[in-house]
């Protein structure tokens, strides 16, 4: 687990953020209907590049891409291909920074064109239930506040809260502990404490929770093939609360 409080690593980390931020921000302007997920990807790691970054994820136990993209029913490491996205399509775009040593990770799901109304309020819920999670990150709480908050907003909205997949610690590798659930009980896990790294990401389906992965050993998608919405920051625990640090 990353504990971060020197000021020289910090700023890295910061500029990591925004790194991941800008390059996620140039891969929204162009996911539009026509475009193929593998020109994303080709976008996302040239601007990591321009900025001065490395994509973190390319190589990472193998996998062979900067960015993930996962379509409708995709929860999540959906691999960019020749596949073109079609109007009505939701699509989650999480993207990977490493800058000198530091890393950050961030991730957001978009609507292609015109979406279904239940695609979008999926999208904006699982956007809230973020920003939920993220007003439990201080000092003196616990990681389990994190999850028992998101799963209190959610849970009575219907939707299925991925539990087979987490968020997580960071800083000075792409996963570190520790893990971070969207569902939890209060005072329950570790203790959040300053210098603290965390990438809270809820992943939820208008569907069944249970997720299943696909042949190509990455992609996971809903197990009923409901759409899946996921939304995550890389944040810095500080002595009062916390930073976003990959904010465009």
Known sequence: MAIITASDEIAKLRTSGKIAAQAL????????????????????ENT?????????????????????????????????????????????????VNYQGLFS?????????????AAKKLIDDTAESLRIGLKQVKPGNHIGDIGAA???????????????????????????????????KKNSGPLIVPGMVLAIE???TLGTAD?????????????DHTVAAHTEHTVLVT??????????
């Open 105 to 117: 990770d961030h991730a957001i799901t978009v609507g292609v064109g015109t979406i279904a109304a």
């Open 150 to 184: 998101i799963q209190g907003f959610l849970q009575p909205h219907g939707y299925g809260i991925v539990t087979q997949l987490t968020g997580h610690g960071l800083g000075y590798a792409v996963h570190e502990p520790p893990a971070i659930p969207n569902v939890g």
């Open 239 to 248: 002595e009062h609360g916390f930073d976003i640090i990959t904010l465009p």
């Open 25 to 44: 921000q140039a891969v929204i302007g162009i996911a539009r209907p026509g475009v193929t997920t593998a020109e994303l990807n080709t976008v996302a």
């Open 48 to 96: 990591i590049i321009k900025l001065g970054g490395t994509p973190s994820f390319k190589g990472y136990e193998g996998y062979g891409f900067g960015l993930c993209t996962s379509v409708n029913d995709e929860v999540v490491h959906g691999m960019p291909s020749t596949r073109k996205l079609e109007d009505g399509d939701i699509i989650g775009l999480d993207i990977g």
């Open 211 to 223: 997720v299943v992965t696909l042949d190509d050993g990455w992609t996971i998608v809903t197990a």
């Open 202 to 204: 809820p992943m939820v």
